[in-house]
């Protein structure tokens, strides 16, 4: 019983060292921020346009709340908000799956 448990003890004592599990959660922090970063829209383009676009969550990235927080209260105050998912109701497919949320399309000659 006691060969068991020292068998255990072991395996959880030096099964991974502290340094490899935080090199591999930052390597992953990083992939997943630069991968996030990748399908957002530029500073400063033009709310409504075919650039204002959030890659990730396939909204207007000016009206995206997952990406900005500080535009809740907003949508909250138009009554335009689905406190169930956590999303403005203009944007809540799971209680409008019939809803189309479509990228503009790029201007012409650009």
Not at 33 to 44: F, I
Request: with cysteine.
């Amino acid at each position: 019983m006691r060969w068991i448990l020292l068998v255990l003890y072991s395996s959880v004592a030096f099964g991974c060292s502290a340094s490899d599990s935080a090199s591999t959660s930052s390597a992953t922090a990083s992939a997943k921020s630069s991968a996030a970063g990748a399908g957002h829209a530029p500073r400063g383009v033009t709310p409504g346009s075919h650039e204002d676009w959030c890659g990730e969550h396939a909204v207007p990235e000016s009206q995206c709340t997952r990406c900005n927080a500080d535009l809740i209260p907003a949508f909250k105050a138009t009554k335009d908000w689905c406190e169930e998912h956590g999303l403005p109701e203009s944007q809540c497919l799971k209680c409008n799956p019939g809803l189309k949320i479509e990228r503009p399309a790029k201007p012409s000659g650009g």
